[in-house]
T-cell receptor, first 112, second 109 residues
């Protein structure tokens, strides 16, 4: 049982490059989330998806786009990477907002 | 939106000691969760506890929803308890979780 799987685990980008972080869950969860973690800031919500076909902005959506491809997959895209997007990115899922949330192992992104 | 405040920000313990971590939240909640992030970055859900008390081994948690706080107790701490502990609650009603900034725990042998 893999749970929540994120790829890649590590990535270095140059300023202005684009990339997509992939996330998939095998728990048949309806809701999926992308958070970023910066030192001393806790986890901040970037985008979320209540169910297949819907996406909403979180606290820090600028510079990102998302796609809820199907019930299992929720991708995060950086169209033009900036050094301020250097962070650790976590994908998560839950049955619904009011339920236990499960995290992937994180993706370490450095933009130089 | 909801404010989630955790204290203390840092804590150093001798192995075998007990500790209490606190989480205050600014609004009433129907969902409060505690997480442990280990030194390798992995986030593990410890408790889903909107009210009352739960125990899991050496860890227990209590949420007093009417007074807007939750406590995480760690007894007989071990070096493997080191890491960062987060609490999280929804902004309002049925919305995603907002995280506190965490308590960094270091358990020394």
């Amino acid at each position: 049982n893999a749970g929540v799987t994120q790829t890649p685990k590590f990535q270095v980008l140059k300023t202005g490059q684009s990339m997509t972080l992939q996330c998939a869950q095998d728990m048949n969860h309806n809701s999926m989330y992308w958070y970023r973690q910066d030192p001393g800031m806790g986890l901040r919500l970037i985008y979320y998806s209540a169910s297949e076909g819907t996406t909403d902005k979180g606290e820090v959506p600028n510079g990102y786009n998302v796609s809820r491809l199907n019930k299992r997959e929720f991708s995060l895209r950086l169209e033009s990477a900036a050094p301020s997007q250097t962070s650790v990115y976590f994908c998560a899922s839950s049955t619904g907002y009011g339920n236990t949330i499960y995290f992937g192992e994180g993706s370490w992104l450095t933009v130089v | 939106g909801i404010q989630v405040e955790q204290s203390p920000p840092d804590l150093i313990l001798q192995e075998g000691a007990n500790s209490t971590l606190r989480c205050n939240f600014s609004d009433s909640v129907n969902n409060l969760q505690w997480f442990h992030q280990n030194p390798w970055g992995q986030l593990i859900n410890l408790f889903y506890i909107p009210s009352g008390t739960k125990q899991n081994g050496r860890l227990s948690a209590t949420t007093v929803a009417t007074e807007r706080y939750s406590l995480l107790y760690i007894s007989s701490s071990q070096t493997t308890d080191s890491g960062v502990y987060f609490c999280a609650a929804p902004n309002s009603g049925n919305t995603p979780l907002v995280f506190g900034k965490g308590t960094r725990l270091s358990v020394i042998a």
